[in-house]
């Protein structure tokens, strides 16, 4: 299914033909179900343009890491695999506490199921762009500072992916793009806060180039420089969703012990959901966007990706903290440790649902619902409101065309030459085939979309009401504590009301398909959205890892 990071994807490519045309959509839920109907078959690899990165050289990327593996043989590499394979951080913390892991040795295990599985081999997945040279050194010293006693939050010393959209200052920031191709760059605040915490980087994982707000006709998880991302549920026929494609795969693949997206409409929900992993998209504002490629600074997040619900909670414990350089940013009177403790209380009983009618022909959604009622929670059948999202395309447009001459300026680095949206058009332009083989059509379109600051400003207001409206009516109305989808069906909804939603695995289609049970709330309602997903997960133990990379 190619699921981008829009609900309305396909009404969004139409629109870039007539930027001034008003958007809007009537019905997310029917619009995804046609999208699911119609993309969700069996693909061929003839259908992509492009599959292996023209870019990554494996070779290289593994000359300063291979020496360190040296001696880290498949035999140590299959005993750890039964303390480490879909282990929760409080187990890999354990494992270590007991002295049977170290972080030195759960980063050389990930280190060799990323050598062994993700390029250029039959079962490659192409979910990593990039690596930490000195991770392993970094993780040696965290083993000596556990001796120290220096264990500061349950995310020390955990190996962690980062979409390649998020600055760090071990690799270059590419957003997928060759344009950006050598973007060094500072920490961005959210991976100051990890590494504060303890936590190793160790790598970028890929995405849909410039989060997938830029070609309109290429498949999700595509990038120039990271290639192709494939599912490891189906590689010729399940898509990744997008556009935190590679944090989604890596995570499903247990590359690393989490990872992080980012989110504008479901670039998290999408992926996370269709790789049978956890996927939180945050209240905006929650996490900080500084140093992150934006597409809209009205709309984006980062959000953790996990493999279960423990693992979600201590990574957006993490990186949480009110950043002075972000105006959305939220002052957070809680202290480290708030979504991580009691987990396990006031789960699902006594809690009010509200079910969408058209949803209800799902039969994992019903079968999950199921389990929610038998957990003692109430699930209501409720109509989707008639509310439209008008001009939702020329938001994205209008925020792209300030945003990112601003990144470019204040965080990217000194070797970028592109300055604005026109830059870069011009760039891809003179190498088409290796810099934007699917065409750069939603680019285009921001650079046609002469929208005034008023005009701007009037659609920011209309879509965050109609948002609102959409959730609030039926909450208010029926009492509702939370809101069930699947996926990223309401991604867009959600979005405009900067509602935070988390996804968990629900189960799997015929054909292999991971899907999600999405659980949405009100502002800054995310310990109660992992407490309802903790408990669903638990009661469903729906997550099983792909079957060819165990």
């Given at each position: ?66 020496k360190n593996l040296e001696g880290f043989t498949d035999e140590k590499y299959s005993a750890l695999k039964p303390l480490i394979l879909e282990a929760d951080i409080p187990t890999l913390q354990q494992h270590i506490q ?26 490659s997945l192409n979910s990593v762009i990039s690596l930490n040279p000195d991770i392993i050194t970094e993780a040696k010293q965290k083993d000596i500072d556990l001796r120290n006693r220096m264990l500061k939050h349950p ?396």
């Amino acid at each position: 299914m190619r699921l981008s990071i829009f609900i309305v994807l396909a009404i969004f490519i139409v629109s870039c033909k007539n930027v001034n045309k008003e958007t809007s959509v009537k019905d997310s839920v029917i619009v995804e179900d046609t999208i699911e109907t119609t993309d969700n078959s069996f693909k061929d690899f003839r259908e992509f343009k492009v599959l292996d990165s023209k870019y990554i050289d494996n070779k290289t990327l593994w000359n300063n890491l291979n020496k360190n593996l040296e001696g880290f043989t498949d035999e140590k590499y299959s005993a750890l695999k039964p303390l480490i394979l879909e282990a929760d951080i409080p187990t890999l913390q354990q494992h270590i506490q007991n002295g049977d892991l170290s972080y030195e040795l759960l980063t050389k295990f990930y280190l060799y199921r990323i050598r062994k599985f993700d390029r250029d081999n039959d079962l490659s997945l192409n979910s990593v762009i990039s690596l930490n040279p000195d991770i392993i050194t970094e993780a040696k010293q965290k083993d000596i500072d556990l001796r120290n006693r220096m264990l500061k939050h349950p995310i020390f010393g955990m190996p962690i992916l980062l979409k390649d959209n998020i600055n760090t200052l071990e690799m270059p920031t590419t957003a997928g793009a060759v344009a950006l191709q050598n973007n060094r760059t500072e920490d961005a605040f959210i991976v100051t806060q990890l590494k504060n915490k303890g936590a190793l980087i160790l790598g970028k994982a890929n995405l849909s180039e410039w989060a997938y707000f830029f070609c309109g006709d290429c498949p999700s998880g595509y990038s120039a420089i990271g290639g192709q991302t494939l599912n490891p549920y189906g590689r010729r026929a399940i898509d990744t969703g997008g556009s935190s494609s590679g944090s989604g795969v890596a995570v499903a693949a247990n590359f690393c012990a989490a990872a992080v997206g980012s989110e504008t409409a479901g670039s998290i929900l999408s992926p996370a959901s269709q790789n049978a992993t956890v996927g939180l998209k945050p209240t905006i504002g929650l996490l900080s966007r500084s140093g992150i490629v934006p597409i809209s600074s009205t709309l984006d997040t980062p959000g953790p990706i996990t493999k279960n619900v423990t693992d979600n909670a201590i990574l957006l414990d993490a990186m949480f903290g009110q950043d002075t350089d972000d105006d959305k940013s939220i002052y957070a009177i809680w202290e480290a440790g708030f979504y991580i403790n009691d987990l396990a209380e006031n789960g699902l009983k006594g809690k009010r649902f509200g079910a969408v009618k058209p949803l209800l022909d799902d039969t994992l959604y019903v079968d999950a619902i199921k389990v929610l009622k038998q957990q003692g929670a109430e699930v209501l059948e409720i109509e989707a409101e008639e509310i439209d999202l008008p001009n939702f395309l020329r938001l994205l447009n209008l925020d792209m065309k300030r945003d990112l001459p601003k990144y470019l300026s204040k965080y990217a680095g000194d070797s970028v030459q592109v300055k604005y949206i026109e830059d870069v058009i011009a760039f891809n332009e003179k190498d088409s085939l290796f810099t934007m083989p699917y065409g750069q059509k939603l680019f285009n379109g921001i650079k046609a979309d002469e929208g005034t600051d008023d005009f701007l400003t009037k659609i920011k207001d209309t879509l965050h009401n109609n948002g609102k409206k959409y959730f609030d009516v039926p909450m208010d109305a029926n009492q509702l504590d939370g809101f069930l989808s699947i996926n990223n069906y309401h991604a867009a909804f959600a979005a405009v009301a900067e509602y935070p939603a988390i996804t968990v695995p629900m189960g799997y289609m015929e054909n292999g398909a991971p899907k999600g049970l999405t659980f949405i709330g009100r502002r800054l309602q995310e310990k109660f959205l992992l407490q309802w997903a903790f408990a669903f997960e638990q009661a469903s133990k729906k997550r099983v890892a792909p079957v060819n990379y165990k």
